[in-house]
């Protein structure tokens, strides 16, 4: 018998484990856990058994529990303290365990020139090669002979009667790729008829400001935030309101204050620009918000490939059980820029309206390049040009990084360097965000100011750097232009 005072931990029942999932056992006892959890049946503060007693009761071996309590505890579901154990921390809402969707729900097994005379960048300014607005897809590092396969591949065996139907949704191949690739990589439950192309996230952003806001509606965005998606929004002749970002995400806590709020435009993968991970907590406590008020979530899916210290948060959509997300991703920032094809998940509730809206604008996307990317997909060549971009941007963001502490030492101060394309270089106390831009622009440095992205807050002086696609001779370069820009801008101070 036990002497600890501590409470016995529960014995969970062993997960089914099939041997098809992808991912394999650590991922279906991951999956398990974090489904129990989101339905209530592990409350917070719940304590879990060891991960030597699971290990033993499920007949796996001890480190693929340790990795799935380090995912979980990494994501926010679960603390982990030495000594204490283990115990559930997410809060759920209970209105959110409660909800039961009114349609049945899928299961989970089934180059232009630059001014730089200017001394602030608009941040749509976007350049290969250019230090430091290179924040976009590398296109060297897109193979255009596998592409350019699957093209001729896709024209030569796809029947005539195809090139001519009538699938404003978008091709039905692309379709299940797609689908298929956000169960795994999103954790979003879909099927190819939940999949809607487009021409990417602004595109979705647009279909679904002109069917939700009229003119005096109100919109809620983050600030400092995503400057196209602010201009789409007021096209509406919607108001904006402006919602501060914590360490945490959107300040769901603001919102509550905002009155009539029709959608919410949120980047939670890695915030734009601040490079924030929305934690899970927030991510529920905006989904129960966005029950209570009847107010959709546009959850732009940016920089979610790009993580670079492990696999990111499942998306919010992985998590909406009260059809309040619509979940929006483009192949724009992974594949390359002028590709032109991205996809949206819409509730049920807006899939007519969606369709409709679609049918009398005749679709947005070639259906030549639906097919070749659907082929490009299939062989498994989009999970390869993932692998090695992910890895180039993370060599590329390491050396950069390593390079300016060289140069100017151990005083720098980054953040949002865990993911996606760019990270924040936070300026020293008292350096003027205009100067410091103006001067490092005479060594051809184009930076973005924080302060350009914001509305009503007011952020400590930072620039965006971005790098993803610059060599590593230009970084090394530049790096040491940045260096010394801010030893001149600090001496001038």
Partial sequence: ???????????LPQPFVDISTNGGKQARIYLTLRQSILDGLLRTDTRLPSTRMLAERWEV????????????????????????????????????????????RHQWERSTPINVNR???????????I????????????????????????????DPDVLVAKEVLGLPALRHQIASYLRVARG?????????VTSGIRNATDIIARLLLHKGDVAAVEDPGYLWCRQI???TGAKLKYISVDDEGIQVKKLVQ????????????????????????RRLELLDWAATHDTFIIEDDYDSEFNYNGAPLPAIKAIDRVDRVIFCGSFNKTLFHNLRIGYMVVPPTLKDRVTNMLTILGGSVGWVEQMALARYMDSGEYAKHLRISRHTYQTRKDLLLTCLFEEYGQK??????HAGFHFILWLPDGMNEARFCALAMQSNLILQPLQSFTKQIQLPAGVVIGYTALTNSQIRFAAKQLAATLVACVDKT
């Fill in 1 to 11: 018998m036990s002497r600890s005072k501590a409470p016995v931990p529960l014995d």
């Fill in 61 to 104: 071996s001890r480190g693929t529990i340790e990795t799935v309590f380090d995912r979980l505890q990494a994501e926010g579901y679960i603390a982990r303290k030495g000594g204490s154990g283990s115990t559930v921390s997410a809060q759920i809402p209970d209105r959110l365990l409660a909800a039961a969707p009114e349609v049945a």
């Fill in 119 to 129: 001394t602030q960048i608009d941040a749509q300014v976007l350049q290969p090669g």
């Fill in 131 to 158: 230090p430091f607005i290179a924040r976009m897809a590398d296109p060297s590092l897109f193979n255009r002979q596998t592409w350019s396969t699957c093209l001729a591949r896709a024209v030569r065996e796809t």
């Fill in 188 to 196: 979003i439950a879909c099927d190819t008829q939940d999949i809607i």
């Fill in 233 to 235: 929004l007021e096209r």
């Fill in 258 to 281: 905002c009155q009539g709020v029709k959608a919410v435009h949120v980047t939670p993968a890695h915030q734009a620009p601040l490079g924030i991970s929305m934690s899970a907590s």
């Fill in 412 to 417: 720098l101060h980054v953040t949002g360097q």
